[in-house]
């Protein structure tokens, strides 16, 4: 079942913050961000393991609360460099990753 | 770095047409993947594969085939091209993880399809 990404699409002024959030209807064993820019391949940027694991670097963080299948990617004070479409990516008992549709994001200056 | 490479950027072909896609890894990765990826659908798996000469079917392998001969090498096949394949393709690559769930997957820079 493909994880439910929301919201589709979000325009933000550089320095706001945005959260996109990911769900599952089913349990989850590890959630996996990653963000494509325009044009290039998705690129890794995190990956949850436990439920509860709350994750960052620079001005991105994610967290996942494995009782509601849910994970949640942060960023902070958004720069331009961070448009793109941002997937995530569950992986439940059979083990293999399943992405969602995507968010895109666009940072206006 | 890990490096995935895609023969084509871009790709056009006629209806009926025999297309290879071929995927090609440099860093001795187990696991090799075939994506499409589509305007508001994401990206979905067609093929994987865990090991040489090994494949397993992803969520929409109608209408492909796969081949892993060699470890670093892994080639999508459409017999027969149909409008309907007209698409981004993405080969993606990851190490076996000790762990259920926790490889990361390196990505390719696609192949833009386009079956006339």
């Known amino acids: 079942q493909q994880p439910v990404q929301s919201p589709q699409a979000v325009i933000l002024r550089e320095g706001e913050d945005a959260v996109i959030n990911c769900s599952s209807s089913?349990?989850?064993?590890?959630v996996h961000w990653y963000r494509q820019k325009h044009g290039e391949a998705p690129v890794f940027l995190m990956i949850?393991?436990?439920?509860?694991e709350q994750k960052g670097h620079d001005k991105i963080s994610a967290s996942f609360n494995e009782k509601k299948q849910q994970s949640s990617l942060y960023l902070t004070a958004s720069q331009l460099s961070y448009s793109g479409t941002y997937f995530c990516g569950t992986v439940n008992r059979d083990d293999k990753i399943i992405f969602g549709k995507g968010t895109r994001l666009h940072i206006l200056p | 770095d890990v490096k995935v490479t895609q023969s084509s950027r871009y790709l056009v072909k006629r209806t009926g047409e025999k297309v290879f896609l071929e995927c090609v890894q440099d860093m001795d990765h187990e696991n090799m993947f075939w994506y499409r990826q589509d305007p508001g659908l994401g990206l979905r798996l067609i093929y994987f594969s865990y090991d040489v000469k090994m494949k397993e079917k992803g969520d929409i392998p109608e209408g492909y085939s796969v081949s892993r001969e060699k470890k670093e090498r892994f080639s999508l096949i459409l017999e027969s091209a149909s409008t309907n394949q007209t698409s981004m393709y993405l080969c993606?690559?990851?190490?076996?993880?000790?762990?259920?769930?926790?490889?990361?997957?390196?990505f390719g820079p696609g192949t833009r399809l386009t079956v006339l």
């Open positions: 089913k349990a989850l064993y590890s």
């Open positions: 949850l393991l436990k439920g509860g």
């Open positions: 993606a690559s990851s190490p076996r993880a000790d762990t259920v769930g926790t490889d990361t997957q390196y």
